[in-house]
């Protein structure tokens, strides 16, 4: 039966194109739609988990709580220890790399070496000079230092450009950092301004430092600590499965033992990159927006494919009618559009997918400038939006896309019951 | 029933002169001190031309405790000068204080930071004393209006409650509570408050001893009340008085390794 109707499909072109066409345009579309903003979203946290979080974050109870004031007294000792522990308990596809989080104040000397300027300022040490670490792609220091050079020195430090204007650095000037050490006691070292960096976002830019890590470490006496133990997941893994991947961490925490160096009141928790700076209501919203976006296209094609189908009723009157005449039920004629309209949303699906596949695969390697568009608008979010290629995109829209079709062939095939076998013989004999 | 009456009128009687006399005592109490005169004395006592402090810094941050050697030379209100002896990673750090404006000098960098403004009232290195309460030495009387505030029995001597309230809107505590024992003229605790009234610092001040004819405390506890379960013990070594401080303990020239 399927085989005959799939027959009547393909060679009765009539039957089959229009549907088809917005099919396979409409599944195209909500393709390239949730998959763009899926990717949209997905730039945005990876850019806060990049710069700020990771996507899974390993940190000091006492730190997290009062991170504000970067309390590098509540660092995590033991750094090659956690390094293992967390390697040997989170899935392998995790990719852990250390981090610390300074604040201090940037003192910019004259030519007498008394201060000229200063500031205070945010950093962040990551590792930026080991062959095996991801560190420099992963912030994209290449694009995003506009003046200068990555560091490759460990006292070498990156600074906003907006700092850098605000104190009137110029490059290889040296600035001296005035902070705190692990114990409280006074940290005081000079660093060498090798670069300036512009990540789009103005906070970032007015207040942040970048250096690698040993340098902080030696500058602010943490020898074998830590403030942060970041895990970064590959592109393809939904911020939706943060939330177990963190759930397993944490199962995993209550059989740990403190570790050597470990003070009394040091105790790790796990936090998800959706957790921290208000992302989880921005995933909210646009996730909602997704919903309204199915949803929308859902009604709009139906609309299209209940008119198509009422215009294919009228092309098909009389093969309807004749049909019924010959005294096929109206039930299982109605079966037989439906399988029709299920096929048909089945194929229009297939070159959906293809269609919107291609372009988002496109959109997603090559992405779109947007400019200082997105940068202004204060959120963390690269210049270029990309698309992700997701299964997900494909279900919610292949789903509506045949729904569609069928619906619309149900709605418009209630007439077929409206006509009686008499009125159609007295058609049939006038036609 | 006359008795009876009789007795009420002697209660009343009673009650009426105990009262009076109450009254007539703490007026008499309260009368003989007067609050500025108390707390000149204060000063006067604590405070001369010159100081030269060794001492130690304490720095307990809730997790371990940090300490400091340092010598002190002040001068006035305006100038003092401090010298880092340990430990190691301290050693040679040295602050000067020159009118309003502090240079820190560490020789790992081999610069003078100027510290100022706002980062005055910062804590001075991981302690519970900020850079200004470590190197002013204000006279409380000439600063701040005083009032009585009440009697208060504190470790174990009675003491009268001193409010404090700043002359100068400038001055960043702007008022203050302090416990002064009356007899000694000495003080026994301090309460620093910032404008909104905030309380920010704790001071006690334990053993006082002679020190050529001044009771000096033999240590201050500093508590930074925003900051939980810290504190800073000033243990006081050795200190002189007026002794005269060549000139260029308060020059920049100083400041270096």
């Known amino acids: 039966m399927i085989r005959w109707i799939l027959k009547g499909v393909l060679r009765d072109k009539s039957r089959s194109l229009f549907p088809g066409i917005v099919v396979c345009l409409g599944v195209g579309l909500t393709i390239v739609m949730l998959g763009f903003m899926d990717g949209v979203l997905m730039d945005m946290v990876d850019m806060t988990a990049n710069l700020d979080t990771g996507h899974i974050r390993f940190v000091n109870k006492d730190f997290y709580k009062e991170e504000h004031m970067n309390p590098l007294d509540r660092s995590l000792p033991s750094q090659k220890e956690t390094l293992k522990w967390l390697q040997e308990n989170s899935p392998e596809q995790i990719e852990w790399v250390p981090r610390v989080r300074w604040g201090a104040v940037m003192d910019v000397p004259d030519e007498n070496g008394e201060t000229r300027a200063q500031k205070p300022v945010i950093g962040t040490a990551l590792d930026l000079l080991s062959d095996s670490s991801n560190e420099v792609e992963r912030l994209g220091l290449k694009k995003v230092i506009i003046e200068g050079r990555a560091p490759q020195k460990p006292k070498e430090i990156l600074v906003g450009y907006l700092a850098a204007r605000e104190l009137e650095l110029k490059i290889d000037e040296t600035v001296t950092l005035l902070g705190q050490s692990y114990d409280g006691g006074l940290a005081a070292d000079n660093y060498s301004v090798v670069g300036f960096v512009r990540f789009g976002v103005n906070a970032m830019d007015k207040r942040m430092a970048l250096m690698d890590i040993t340098g902080a470490q030696d500058s602010f006496y943490l020898e074998d600590m830590v403030t942060d133990w970041l895990g970064f997941l590959p592109r393809g893994v939904s911020y939706k499965n943060y939330g177990s991947i963190k759930s397993d961490l944490e199962k995993q925490l209550e059989t740990l033992k403190p570790l050597p160096g470990w003070a009394e009141d040091d105790w790790p928790i796990v936090k998800t990159v959706l957790e921290q700076r208000n992302l989880d209501t921005i995933v909210t919203t646009f996730e909602s927006v997704n919903a309204y976006v199915v949803t929308i296209f859902l009604i709009l094609m139906g609309i299209v494919l209940w008119n198509a189908g009422l215009l294919n009723g009228i092309y098909r009157y009389g093969e309807l009618g004749m049909r019924l005449a010959m005294g096929e039920s109206h039930g299982l004629l109605l079966k037989h559009l439906m399988m029709e309209a299920f096929l048909v949303g089945v194929i229009g699906s297939i070159f959906g997918c293809l269609l919107g596949g291609g372009f988002l695969y496109y959109f997603q390697e090559y992405g779109i400038d947007m400019g200082d568009k997105l940068a202004q608008t204060g959120l963390m979010l690269s210049d270029v939006s990309r698309a992700r290629v997701s299964v997900e995109a494909f279900v919610y829209a292949v789903i509506p896309g045949v729904l569609a079709n069928v619906l619309g062939t149900l709605v418009a095939g209630i007439g077929i019951f409206k006509r009686s076998e008499a009125e159609l013989f007295r058609e049939l004999e006038h036609g | ?210 020190y050529s004819g001044r009771l000096f405390p033999k240590r201050m506890i500093f508590r930074d009340m925003l900051k939980t379960d810290t504190q800073t013990i000033y243990h006081f070594d050795e200190i002189q008085f007026d002794k005269p401080i060549p000139k260029k303990y308060f020059r920049q020239s100083i400041l270096k390794r």
């Open chain 2, 1 to 210: 029933m006359k008795m009876k009456g009789r007795h009420k009128v002697i209660d009343f009687v009673v009650a009426i002169l105990l009262g009076i006399s109450f009254f007539s005592f703490s007026k008499a109490y309260a009368q003989e001190i007067d609050p500025w005169k108390l707390l000149k004395a204060v000063d006067d006592n604590l405070w001369s031309s010159t100081k030269i402090i060794s001492g130690r810094l304490s720095v307990d941050n809730g997790r371990r405790v940090r300490t400091m050697a340092v010598d002190t030379w002040m001068e006035g209100l305006e100038n003092s000068y401090s010298f880092y002896k340990s430990p190691a990673r301290e050693k040679g750090t040295q602050m000067l204080k020159i009118q309003k404006k502090l240079w820190l000098y560490t020789p790992r960098t081999d610069r003078k930071i100027l510290i100022a403004g706002h980062l005055l009232r910062q804590s001075m290195m991981g302690s519970d004393l900020s850079y200004e309460d470590m190197l002013e030495d204000r006279k409380m009387s000439r600063s701040y209006d005083v009032i009585l505030e009440k009697w208060e029995e504190f470790d174990g001597a009675r003491s009268a409650v001193l409010f404090l309230t700043a002359k100068d809107k400038e001055i960043t505590y702007q008022t203050r509570r302090v416990w002064v024992e009356p007899k000694e003229k000495i003080v026994l605790k301090e309460e620093r408050y910032a404008k909104s009234g905030k309380l920010l610092k704790r001071v006690t001040f334990e053993e006082y001893q002679d």
